[in-house]
């Protein structure tokens, strides 16, 4: 038989197709005992194996029949009925048992040289009769049984073909198995009978004809044909070659799969010489025209199109297009379905194809594609790879060129994949070599590399490059060295480096020269707001010259908007910070989402403006969507911002839940970019969302997590450090620590009693946990100075929200002190503020507070609308506070001291549970019971477990 893909391959070991061995079985037992002919079909496609599955199937097969195998060749398609004579000849002659007295090869060969061969313009009765001849030896040699495989049909000659058709009409009235081996695609006419019955089954038993088509093998089979390769490269051949054996057998020992190019022959991966020469065959007999299209597509190795095919080979495109079909008709291309384009039928033909390419006409190739595919508009990544096989040759004829390519193809694929991006841009840059000639243009492909890597999250490395090439960048009219000044300040920002991101900052806007846009002032000044706002300095009245200019980016212009009114905000000036706020939002709402998509900090700043002047619902709207356009754009510099906006919103809204999935998420971003300050942002409000959610485990978790968020922050004078100092102060006031509450808030806060640091916005917040931690501790006065204090600010601002803090605190003081009318009053003032600020969860802690005053004043309806209310805001937002809240009595200073978890402790032991008991249904160690129960016993002021019970039982006379 001539060689095949098979015998390309060194492994002698046969796998899988036992379905298919038993149905050809099947089918020689069934012609032995009918006695009369059957055809049996084995197609697939090429390389899958069906020279060898037939001669598997041959040993497998009655060792008393005889068979005969005849293989068409493409080079001998002249010679007629060459598959006959290929079978019947002395080398191929019937095997195992010939008897004397049957037809010989020799016998064969003499009777169809008597009959001449059936011409093209013969007559039918004349073909006929040929065929009838040919009928009857072959009958002659089939009377006691014969296997007759006729291989590789797709190269049959006409006459071959137009006997196997005579056949297949006129069956051989003999126990003859005719086997019949071709690939279908590459049949110049398709078998006279067309395919099986879909529904018939693989074991039924065969009638005068089956086909039996081989699949791909699949990767357990592959496994069991090569033990010796690993499985992780044995998955990479097998995805590469769809689980055909033959091209699997064939592949170089190092295949670059994993490669960006899987296909491409590189860096010495190569097919063997053996396996070339066998797929050479289909090719070495094509016309000038189409092997220089079929070489262009190795080239082009994508999905390509007749156009391009005829700029790489350099023919006309009406050539081009004929030689496309004219290969499709032969299967070396197929016509990918849908499209317009055509593509080699398996990699591995296209590797060969490549590989029998003269190399000098594939650098010409390559670059001619190249041209053409920038002509063409091509996709990013299709012009891409040219230049990365160019910029791979020694000589540099393409560099700039290439460098200009894959620049371009950068900066389109930036947002879709900023990683293949980052790595165009790398490989451009090393392309370049540092002359004096290229440094402009390394200026700009480093300055693009600093932009999209920052925006992917490695800012380390964008900082690393903006240090290098900004000083480099001249003073210019166009404003280019304001905008890398503008990119570096923000990635120095980012990493928690606001003094040096100010510096800069301002340096660059003082020496912008005369004539330069609004575009690099705005981002500049942006820059230094920013800056100060997060140092814990608002620079008040930052650039009114450039706001009031309408010109340059509209997202630029809001954006600095949004920062003065966040400042303002913090300075207490709300009527400009609204006015500032609303000329933001006017702009940002008239942008469609692509001129905004580049400026996640807009919304940012926007989101928590608006949620510091308690309009939550338009900051949802803005932090929403800048968080579909960053992870559309896979920016993970405005990622973790966006999300540590979306978890105040969700806190201060009361939904616990998704402020913790927010904090967490956002936590992860900052860990993956590098920034600590973010970071400390991320754990201080996943701590303060988990303290106020109060479940059993909850308070030492927040309490670990703000503590890790102080240790990151360190400056207490920053905004992070504040925030992780409050987060601290509020999970150590949950968990019973009023002490370490009041005195890491005082200092957060600047250490006076005006709590200057702070936000002027948040105050009236600030002192009602001051006044609650006051309570805790049993100092009554504190706590109403601190209740008064808190008044006070809420009426500078205005914030309804706020004002709810102010009244709850006051409410708490008379309630401790006894004064339940008065306390009703401001209980229920604050619980309607806090519905109007859109904050639930102080809402349903409001309503718990002023149902424990209803009913102290046996206010029994009031009392359990506000109960039944507050448990239903309680179970929206997550918590468990408000039901333990609601079970503690109203009561002296000792019972204010107790945490709710301790007061539901100390109930549980006044039932007389044991600590195992209490530790069982509360889920904790008996350990952890008894802590609380000493901690318990020094504020009730009590030495025993039968003085708390006592204890208890005079203030707990309730039955809740």
């Known amino acids: 038989m001539t ?61 008393t029949v005889p068979w005969a195998v005849g293989t068409c060749s493409p080079d001998e398609r002249g010679v007629p009925f060459h598959v006959f004579r ?27 040289a008597a009959v001449p061969a059936a011409p093209a313009r013969a007559s039918d009765a004349r073909r006929f009769r040929t065929y009838q001849l040919a009928r009857r030896l072959i009958g002659l040699a089939a009377r006691d049984g014969l296997v007759l495989v006729l291989d590789d049909l797709h190269w049959a000659d006409a006459s071959s073909t ?8 006129y069956p051989v009235p003999a126990p003859l198995l005719l086997v019949l081996v071709y690939r279908p695609r590459q049949m110049a006419a398709p078998m006279p009978f067309g395919l099986p019955d879909p529904d018939k089954h693989a074991d039924a038993e065969p009638t005068s004809h089956d086909r039996i088509e081989l699949r791909p093998l699949s990767l357990a089979e592959v496994a069991l044909l090569h ?30 799969s994993n490669s960006a190019d899987p296909i491409r022959e590189a860096q010495g991966g190569r097919l063997s010489d053996a396996a070339v020469a066998v797929l050479r065959r289909e090719w070495t007999d094509l016309p000038p025209v189409e092997l220089a299209c079929l070489r262009a597509g190795a080239i082009v190795d994508a999905p390509f199109t007749a156009d391009l095919l005829a700029e790489v080979a350099q023919v006309p495109t009406s050539l081009a297009v004929e030689a496309a079909w004219r290969m499709a008709r032969i299967d070396l291309i197929r016509r990918v379905p849908g499209t317009g384009r055509f ?81 165009w841009l790398r490989l451009a840059l090393r392309a370049l070599r540092p002359t004096a000639g290229s440094t402009q243009h390394r200026q700009d492909v480093s300055l693009a590399l600093a932009q999209i890597t920052g925006e992917a999250g490695d800012l380390a490395e964008s900082r690393a490059l903006l240090q290098e090439i900004v000083p480099l960048f001249p003073a210019d009219p166009e404003g280019r060295r304001a905008e890398a000044v503008a990119l570096w300040a923000r990635v120095e920002r980012l990493l928690g480096n606001y003094a040096e991101a100010a510096a800069i900052s301002r340096r660059e806007l003082a020496a912008l020269p005369v004539g330069a846009g609004p575009t690099p002032g705005y981002r500049l000044a942006t820059e230094i707001g920013v800056a100060g706002i997060l140092a814990g300095r608002p620079v008040a009245g930052l650039s009114d010259g450039l706001t009031g200019d309408p010109g340059g980016s509209g997202a630029d212009r809001a954006g600095l908007l949004a920062v003065r009114s966040l400042a303002a905000a913090h300075d207490g000036a709300l009527d400009d910070a609204r006015g500032l706020l609303d000329a933001g939002v006017r702009i940002v709402d008239s942008l469609p989402d692509r001129d905004v998509q580049d400026h996640p900090d807009c919304l940012t700043a926007l989101g928590l403006s608006e949620l510091y002047l308690e309009r939550q619902a338009d900051a949802v709207r803005h932090l929403d969507r800048g968080l579909t356009l960053v992870r559309a754009s896979h920016r993970d510099d405005g990622l973790c911002e966006l999300l540590l906006g979306r978890t105040q919103v969700a806190y201060y809204a009361g939904q616990l839940t998704t402020a913790i999935e927010f904090a967490t998420e956002a936590g992860i971003v900052a860990r993956r970019i590098g920034s600590r300050h973010l970071l400390s942002f991320a754990l201080a409000f996943e701590a303060e969302a988990t303290a106020w959610r ?18 990151i922050a360190t400056d207490l004078a920053t905004w992070s450090g504040r925030t992780a100092a409050t987060a601290l102060a509020t999970a150590a006031l949950l968990s019973g620590d009023p002490t370490t509450c009041a005195e890491l808030v005082r200092s957060a806060g600047g250490g006076d009693s005006r709590l200057s ?8 917040m600030w002192y009602e946990l001051l006044c609650a931690a006051a309570l805790a501790a049993g100092e009554v006065a504190d706590a109403e100075r601190q209740a008064r204090l808190a008044m006070a600010e ?3 601002v205005g914030l309804p929200g706020q004002r709810g803090f102010a009244e709850s605190a006051y409410g708490e003081v008379l309630l401790a002190r006894g004064e339940v009318p008065a306390a009703l009053l401001h209980l229920e003032t604050a619980a309607d503020l806090f519905r109007a600020g859109g904050m639930v969860l102080r809402r349903s802690l409001a309503l718990a507070s002023l149902a424990r005053a209803a009913e102290a004043a046996d206010q029994a309806v009031p009392a359990a609308r506000a109960r039944r209310r507050a448990l239903e805001l309680a179970g929206w937002c997550g918590t468990e506070r408000v039901s333990l809240r609601l079970a503690r009595p109203v009561g002296p200073r000792e019972v204010a001291a107790l945490t709710d978890r301790e007061w539901h402790i100390a109930r549980l032991a006044a039932t007389g549970a044991t600590s195992r008991l209490i530790g069982r249904q509360l889920n904790i160690s008996p350990r952890t019971v008894e802590a609380h129960l000493t901690r318990i016993y020094r504020k009730a002021g009590v030495a025993s477990r039968s003085g708390l019970v006592a204890w208890v039982a005079r203030l707990d006379d309730t039955d809740r």
């Open 162 to 169: 137009g006997l196997i058709a005579h056949l297949l009409r």
């Open 343 to 423: 593509a080699f039928r398996h990699p591995v033909l296209r590797m060969a194809v490549a590989q029998d390419t003269d190399p000098e006409w594939q650098v010409e190739a390559c670059a001619r594609a190249l041209d053409a595919l920038v002509d063409l508009g091509a996709p990013p990544a299709d012009r891409a790879r040219y230049a990365e096989r160019l910029l791979a040759l020694p000589n540099g004829r393409w560099v700039d060129r290439c460098v200009d390519v894959l620049c371009r193809a950068a900066q389109e694929i930036r947002r879709e994949t900023p990683d293949l991006a980052i790595r």
């Open 86 to 112: 290929h079978a019947f000849t002395k080398a191929q002659a019937l095997r195992r048992g010939v008897r004397d007295g049957r037809p010989t090869g020799e016998s064969w060969a003499e009777s169809v």
């Open 694 to 711: 109060g479940g059993l485990r909850d308070d030492d978790r927040a309490v670990a997590l703000a503590r890790s968020a102080v240790g």
């Open 227 to 256: 033990p010796h390769i690993d499985q992780v490269e044995l998955r990479a051949r097998y995805d590469l070659t769809g689980g055909n054996p033959g091209y699997l057998a064939v592949l170089p020992s190092d295949p670059t």
């Open 757 to 764: 640091r702070f936000q002027t916005t948040l105050r009236p």
């Open 794 to 796: 809420a009426d500078r």
């Open 3 to 63: 060689p095949g893909l098979e015998s390309a391959s060194s492994s002698p070991r046969f796998v899988g197709r036992r379905p298919q061995l038993a149905r050809l079985g099947r089918a020689q037992a069934t012609v032995l005992s009918r006695g009369w002919q059957m055809v049996c079909e084995v197609v697939g496609e090429p390389g899958i194996g069906k020279t060898r599955f037939v001669h598997e199937a041959l040993a497998r097969c009655d060792s």
